[in-house]
């Protein structure tokens, strides 16, 4: 079992930066995968960015790729989303999760556990 909390969301300008953090509870973080994944209002889950149990590889979605960046702490059981260039597309609520396999996953069902999600809003 994994608990995960997100923090760091807030409202920012078109062109900030935000950095989003992703708490886990328990002693196994590193074996598991984490994934960013992203809602807007009356718009499905989409995923944002993953990366390996030791981050060694990382992937992302075609809209934030060269803006956003995922890595881990894993002595401090925390996943991390820097986000750069932002625009009010961004817009959403943001989410991390915790994937048990090695394969890389970009859909949400993939992922076992959730966070509550941390909301980010891009004014223009």
């Known amino acids: 079992q994994v608990q995960l909390v997100e923090s760091g969301g807030g409202l920012v300008q078109a062109g900030d930066s935000l950095r989003l953090s992703c708490a886990a509870s328990g002693r196994t973080f590193s074996s598991y995968a984490m994934g960013w994944f992203r809602q807007a209002p009356g718009k499905e889950r989409e995923f944002v960015a993953r990366i390996s149990r030791v981050g060694g590889s990382t992937n992302y979605a075609d809209s934030v790729k060269d803006r956003f960046t995922i890595s881990r702490d894993n002595a401090k059981n925390t996943v991390y989303l820097q986000m750069n260039s932002l625009k009010p597309e961004d817009t959403a609520i943001y989410y991390c999760?915790?994937?048990?396999?090695?394969?890389?996953?970009?859909?949400?069902?993939?992922?076992?556990?959730w966070g509550q999600g941390t909301q980010v809003t891009v004014s223009s």
């Open positions: 999760a915790a994937d048990r396999t090695p394969v890389v996953h970009t859909t949400p069902r993939a992922y076992d556990y």
